[in-house]
């Protein structure tokens, strides 16, 4: 392809994608108007209560034109003067969400260490956030306090880059890159629009990141005020403390890496379309088992009631433990993976070369010279009945002595508690119950979403 | 034990050994006449040949009387002056070798780079060296040229200690650290001769060696001038550039300071008496490796003509390239040792966890922004029709694919002679034919000593 076809072959492109993620005016129309309505609702609300100097603030993308068609998310903050007290922002902010919470189709209070309603109105996903209006991004009182300075910041700075941003978000949706849960570990809507501004266009940051590599830095303003340890560093331009693309994963971060120089070198709107995996069948999955000759253990139990974004650092902590626990004492991982389903069970999952282990072990212990340790080991290894040998190898003690854990399930059994470093929520459900799974007891799931993920799981391809 | 009844019980210890290691008087005199022999004949031999400076010198333990009851070994150099030239030595030395070779019952050439020969003479083994007289044993010409120094400085600083000696080097027998061959890698006699001198005596040895550590620096000189990246590090006082220690391993080093401390705490003559493994039988090796659980793999070439310590450093190369071709294709090995016989077959054994490994290997790419190895990774995986799956974990690419080496054996067919470094000889064995062994395999050797040789190494234990 010449670079002239290339370029034609893009814009072509682009139009089709565009027509596609460009809201449409009557979109536009409802979405102002539920939006409106509800910023109306606060001032409405508050006036009734009493309560002074809130003001509602719009800051979703839908503020900054920059989201796609078919997307029903509204954002809605209400932000309190600076300087009330914590107690009172709490008791008053609590005041206003009970009241908008009735305004809803329905509602869900998703409030952690803040308060913070979602309700659902007219078929749009809103989410309603108290905050305070602080002087600048980097003196906020809350976390949430920095919205409103980046939905300023891309407000003024996007103008006529609108397109080019509903362009990557797209992409990177379709490329499996998009959405900064902690599950997903990928770009923020934020990250994608500073991106834009910066590069100054949707094919202009594809080619920029085609050549990144780990530890590209972006300052817009170039007022950077700390190092960071991330693959990408993008200075906060309302804060120069913060990494914009703190949460984004080295594994996403490296995908999106091969896309873009993927997609530079052979245009297609295939980029634009996730790649749905088909549900695997049991049989298949006993197939696809046999063939690669692994052994498939899962750890499922209960899947604890806390957020996503608590719950999903602590499976991924968990994975990376089994497969230390089960490297220390000489199995292999191969694959660790978890699948969870809110309010039903959570599974991690270690594939291992196998799954058996002979019965000599042989422990190393302290070099002659460590007198104490020494003794220690000669004690409990030399005399005892059941040892293979007992000899010195370079400057150590080595005993050859009946392994533990020849099997992987009674290595969990037996350590999961002890040698693993679970977080606080799936610590305590592990200690309320947890099943062991083998392949057998794998192929009995039915849920068409875990087959979806195990299909994809065990049949990745990077595609297109 | 009292610290007066230990010292008792070292005292009876030391006088029932010494009953059985000092040679008898009749056994001085049968050995002095056969050294004087040899001697006159080297004389006789010269002046017949008309060879004019040469000077027979007695360098062996006989010669400073740490010779060991039983033993019956005699080393005479036969001394050239410095200035002749290299090939007129070879070729004087050479007429004089060749007429010494009838005086004995028996004879060898030994020479490899130098020339020396060894004969069997009434019941004696002799070494027959011809060197040059240099100056000192820092301006040698020929390696050997040392020895003469090493004996005269044994001789002047030993009197009175020779019975230290004796103890020493029998402990060291018995406990299996003696001799300096690079198949043992243990103490050389000069070696443990520095030792009694160096720490005046038996006890004063094995108390200061049960608190050595990795490094211990001895110099008796205090003439140092090299620095030595050994266990132990014994300045030779005839030439401050050596290391008496450079051949000791650090398994010998370390088992030594292991025994030396055992003895010190629980003295008993058992330490002066090497353990015989018996023979193991080719049953009790099925049951053996049954309950260990093990695969025994041998790869078995006919023993190439080299001299012992030629040969050793091969098999042990030869073992640690095996281990790591093993370990890069992910499998473990537990132990690797080897079992040669002059003129008959050698054999290296690699003891694994497991020889089959499953059809599926998990290969990891060159990250994704190093974008010409990245292409020639994806190009070779990612489109291939057998390749499980294909995705992208933290910077790199990473493939499943079908194993190539499921086995031990196709992976020591395909890469023994690729993939590992062999020495010049065993591989030229090994390229006119090996034969990989099987427990079955094994199971049909006959040889009395390779069934004490894996006795030893499957049921080792340090003992007394």
Known sequence: MTADSKLEKIAEIKGEILKRVRPTAE?????????KSIMDDIVRISQEQGQHGILPLSVGSAERDTWLSGSH????????????????????SRKILTEMAKTGDSWEDRHSEHPYIHIRKEGFEVDLVPCFRVKSGACIKSSVDRTPFHCAYI?????????????????????????????????????????????GGF?????????????????????????????????????????????LSLTKFARFIDRTRSFMKYPSADYF???????????????????????????SFQTPSAAEDTLYPQLFRMELSLEELFLRNEFTAVNTFSWSEESGESIVFIELLSAELPPLQKRFGPPVWNANNAETFCRKYKTSPDTFSFAIENEKYVAE?????????????????????????????????????????????????FWKFINEKLTAQIEP
Chains 1, 2 share one sequence.
């Open 27 to 35: 979109e536009k129309i409802k979405l102002e108007s539920v939006r």
């Open 73 to 92: 998310d509204i954002d809605v903050f209400i932000s309190y003067p600076e300087d009330i007290p914590f107690d009172e922002f709490h008791r008053k």
């Open 155 to 199: 407000k003024e700075n996007i103008r006529g880059l609108e397109e080019d941003v509903l362009l990557l978000k797209q992409f990177m949706k379709g490329v499996g890159v998009y959405g900064s849960e902690v599950r997903t570990g990928g770009f923020s809507g934020y990250l994608t629009e500073i991106l834009v501004i910066c590069y």
């Open 203 to 247: 094919e202009s940051v594809l080619e920029h990141a085609a050549l990144w590599k780990y530890g590209v830095v972006i300052d817009l303003a170039a007022h950077q005020s700390l190092k960071h340890e991330h693959p990408l560093v993008v200075v906060d331009p309302t804060d120069p403390k913060r990494n914009v693309a703190a949460a």
């Open 273 to 299: 379309k996730h790649k749905e995996y088909a549900p695997m069948s049991a049989d298949e999955f006993e197939k696809q088992m046999a063939a690669r000759g692994t052994e498939m253990i899962g750890v």
């Open 401 to 449: 002595v009946p392994r533990k854990y020849k099997t992987a399930e009674s290595l969990i059994d037996d350590l999961i508690l002890k040698e693993t470093a679970l977080g606080r929520h799936i610590r305590d459900s592990v200690k309320n119950g947890y099943r062991i799974l083998r392949k057998e007891d794998i192929m009995k799931i039915q849920n068409e979403n």
